[in-house]
C-alpha cells in the first residue's frame, strides 16, 4: 500500500509494532514528543528528532536561510519543552542541492544557533549530504529533565483541565498571508518564520503544577487533543470562547477572510504547550498566570462524549482531527 493511502499516523503505527522494543532504561519509548532514557539513577536523558524540508514544511521564497535554521531547531527545542526538559546537545544533518552556496548553508547555522544558545544548547556534530531536488534540515536534539519531572501524552485523566500556553492560529494566519501577498513586515509573520520554544515556560509549569500529560502544538490544536485525551480511552469538551486568539490574529484573519477559529483550532507549527492539571491545581492557577501566559480552554471528558467545541451560543460540534499530516 502507498504511503499516502495508510496514512501518516497508521505508517508510524505499524513503524512501531514491528520496531519496539521494551527496555528497562527506557521510560518513554516511541510515541510521545522525545523519548526519555534512564542513563544513570538519577539521570534521564531526553532525546529527539525533526526534519525540515524545503516545499514541504518553508519555502525560500519567504524563508530566509537564517529563518530556516531558527524553525528547524525551535521544532526540535519544543519537543524537549513538551516532555519538561532543558535541550542539552544537538547533531545536525543538512541535505544540500548542488546549487547551493556556501554563505547559504552558513547562515542556515546563524539562526539554529542563535536560537539553540538563547537555551545553552550547543550543536556538537552532524552529517553532510547531497539531496538531488530540495534543501532539508535533520536536527537530533538530546536533553535532561530531572526524574520525576518529566510529563508523558499519555497520563491526562477524567475531570481534568485542559490548557494552552500563549495565543492559538497565529503561525497559520502568518503563512497564509506570506503565501497570498510573498512578504510583509506583519507581526504574526514572526510567529510563522521565526517562532520561539517554550521550554521556560514548561519548566515553571513543570515545577509549580502536577501536569497530567504534555504536547506541543506542531500539528494543530484539534490533532493535539486527540493525542492527549482520544489514544488514552477519554474525551474532551473545549469552549470556544476560551480560546486565547490575539486582536492581531483577528485582524490578519479578517484581512485574509479566514475563521479565527478555524485557524485556532488547525493551526500547526504554534510550538505552543498544550497541557493537562488535575482541577485541585486551579488554585495555584493565578500565580502561574504572573510568569506563563496560559489559558484554561476545555475539560477532559468521557470518551463517549468524543471531542466537542461547545460553541458561543452553547450548542456542541464534534471536532475533526485536523491538522498537519505529511500524507
Ligand atoms: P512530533 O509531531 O512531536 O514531532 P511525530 O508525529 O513526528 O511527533 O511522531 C510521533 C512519534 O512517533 C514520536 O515518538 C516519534 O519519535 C515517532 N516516530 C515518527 N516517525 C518515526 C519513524 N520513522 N521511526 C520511528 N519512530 C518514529
Ligand atoms: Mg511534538
Not at 526519555?36 to 526534519?51: A, E, Q
Not at 470556544?240 to 490574529?249: A, I, Q, R, T, V
Not at 498566570?289 to 462524549?305: A, H, P, T, W
Amino acid at each position: 500500500m502507498k504511503v499516502n493511502q495508510i496514512g501518516e499516523f497508521s505508517l508510524i503505527e505499524s513503524i512501531k509494532k514491528k520496531i519496539f522494543a521494551k527496555d528497562r532504561q527506557v521510560l518513554v519509548n516511541i510515541g510521545d514528543d522525545a523519548a526519555v532514557i534512564k542513563s544513570s539513577p538519577n539521570r534521564l536523558l531526553v532525546f529527539t528528532t525533526d526534519t525540515l524540508v524545503e516545499k514541504v514544511h518553508f519555502d525560500l521564497r519567504y524563508f530566509t536561510f537564517e529563518e530556516v535554521g531558527w524553525k528547524a531547531m525551535t521544532a526540535n527545542l519544543s519537543d524537549i519543552a513538551a516532555m519538561g526538559g532543558l535541550p542539552k546537545y544537538a547533531l545536525v544533518t543538512i541535505g544540500l542541492p548542488k546549487s547551493i552556496e556556501s554563505e547559504e548553508v552558513l547562515s542556515l547555522y546563524r539562526g539554529m544557533n542563535k536560537i539553540a544558545r538563547r537555551y545553552d544548547c550547543k550543536i556538537i556534530g552532524g552529517d553532510t549530504t547531497l539531496s538531488p531536488r530540495n534543501l532539508f534540515v535533520t536536527i537530533a536534539l538530546l536533553g535532561e529533565v530531572e526524574p520525576g519531572l518529566f510529563v508523558e501524552r499519555t497520563e491526562a485523566q477524567l475531570g481534568d483541565l485542559i490548557c494552552v500556553t500563549g495565543n492559538l492560529g497565529e503561525s497559520k494566519a502568518g503563512l497564509e498571508y506570506l503565501k497570498k501577498y510573498g512578504q510583509g513586515d506583519h507581526l504574526l509573520l514572526r510567529k510563522h518564520l521565526q517562532p520561539y520554544p517554550r521550554i521556560q515556560q514548561a519548566r515553571i509549569l513543570v515545577r509549580n503544577l502536577k501536569i497530567t500529560s504534555m504536547i506541543d502544538i506542531s500539528d494543530g490544536l484539534s490533532s493535539e487533543l486527540f493525542h492527549l485525551t482520544w489514544e488514552n480511552g477519554l474525551g474532551a469538551a473545549v469552549y470556544e470562547d476560551k480560546l486565547p486568539l490575539s486582536p492581531s490574529c483577528r485582524k490578519l484573519a479578517s484581512i485574509l477572510n479566514l475563521s479565527p477559529l478555524s485557524l485556532a483550532l488547525s493551526s500547526g507549527e504554534e510550538y505552543e504547550l498544550l497541557f493537562t492539571i488535575g482541577k485541585k491545581e486551579l488554585k495555584k492557577i493565578d500565580s502561574i498566570k504572573r510568569k506563563v501566559n496560559l489559558s484554561i480552554i476545555g475539560e477532559v471528558v468521557d470518551q463517549s462524549k468524543g471531542i466537542r467545541l461547545v460553541q458561543r451560543s452553547g450548542k456542541t460540534k464534534e471536532l475533526k482531527k485536523t491538522g498537519f499530516v505529511h500524507f
